[in-house]
């Protein structure tokens, strides 16, 4: 079986233990846990038992140990993680409003994860890839933004696929290198995985559906739009599928998406159809809601399995 890979940012994240809890003050925390979002969505792959690799940049540190120590227990091939002693590990502090909306204070763009460049990517680095995936957040500078450039050039060369998970913050926007740089990760993307509010930031579409045809007309074959508690939509030409999210507790959002992506991704590569990848994707977003920590929510098929399972 080929490997699916990703890359990028690779962190700790630190968390307020209680909503509403300040970090102006002192109080507990909780982590430090391994993070990052494509760190969690490599995780979410290899858990499903499928190969799975990420490239990306780590302080020689206990942070970035912690992250290779966690990948490599779940079955992430890390060989392609370089050990930098010449920066640390990124973080991330996050804190939970009473609303439940969260705050993050990041220590990402001095990091090592920040190191990360064209030379980091090589035909041997990706060798045995058939599927990369980019997600949005990791496009935070130039010589990163050419590196995955230069990765889906690869893997598009080998025959592979292409995922693509934006993430795009609006102030991202302005900047014509980041327009340009969606433009063209787009133009690759096969499988296309934006939250619901990120569908018309894609496009210069009015609405959502006229969006959807504009991202088909530019080749994108597979479109699942990611509701967060209502659920996702699924659309491909003359198909449309929408699947209501599971009804469990919601601990801690954070990871869902890369969960949720992982799983749609990897169903889809071992041959399972759109609606049965989408049940198993629904089922792990849901299950990673249920559980503090970022990455503390990855699933196996038998956990999947028993959700899916519950009247
Ligand atoms: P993102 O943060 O990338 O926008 P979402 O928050 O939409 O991702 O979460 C991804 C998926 O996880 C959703 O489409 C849904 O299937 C599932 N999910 C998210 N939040 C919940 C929730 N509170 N209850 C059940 N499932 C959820």
New binding site residues.
């Given amino acids: 079986m080929e490997k699916i890979m990703t890359m990028g940012e690779i962190l700790v994240e630190i968390m307020a233990t209680r909503r509403g809890q300040s970090l102006r003050a002192p109080g507990s925390l909780a982590g430090p846990y391994a993070s990052g979002a494509p760190a969690i969505f490599i995780d979410q792959v290899a858990r499903l038992g499928h190969p799975a690799a990420i490239i990306g940049c780590v302080g020689d540190d206990d942070f970035g140990w912690l992250n290779i120590e966690r990948l490599q227990r779940d079955g992430v091939d890390t060989s392609a993680i370089s050990v930098l002693k010449t920066a640390v590990t990124g973080s991330a502090f996050v804190t939970y409003r009473l609303d439940g909306e969260r705050d993050f204070i990041f220590n990402i763009t001095n990091s090592a994860s920040a190191q990360l460049q064209p030379a980091h990517v090589s035909a041997a680095a990706l060798k045995d890839c058939s599927h990369f995936h980019v997600m949005g957040s990791s496009l935070f500078s130039f010589r990163i933004i050419d590196a995955m450039k230069k990765a889906i050039e690869i893997v598009k060369g080998q025959g592979g696929m292409v995922s693509f998970?934006p993430?795009i913050r609006k102030e991202m926007l302005r900047i014509c290198e980041m327009r340009e740089a969606l433009g063209y990760i787009l133009e690759f993307t096969d499988i296309l995985?934006p939250?619901?509010h990120e569908v018309s930031l894609l496009t210069d579409a009015a609405d959502e559906a006229g969006a959807i045809d504009e991202l088909f007309a530019k080749g994108v074959k597979e479109i699942v739009v990611?509701?967060?508690?209502?659920?996702?939509s699924y659309f491909a030409r003359g198909a449309r599928l929408e699947?209501a999210?599971?009804?469990?507790e919601?601990l801690d959002?954070t990871g869902?998406?890369?969960?949720?992506?992982a799983t749609f991704v990897t169903c889809r590569h071992l041959g399972k159809g759109p609606e049965e990848a989408l049940r198993y994707?629904?089922a792990?977003?849901?299950l990673?809601?249920r559980v503090k920590g970022p990455m503390e929510g990855t699933s196996d098929f038998e956990q999947l399995d028993a959700l899916l399972a519950r009247p």
Avoid: Y
């Fill in positions: 998970d993430n995985l939250s619901g990611k509701r967060g508690p209502q659920g996702c699947v999210a599971l009804a469990v919601e959002p869902a998406g890369d969960c949720f992506g994707a629904n792990s977003g849901a990673a809601v």
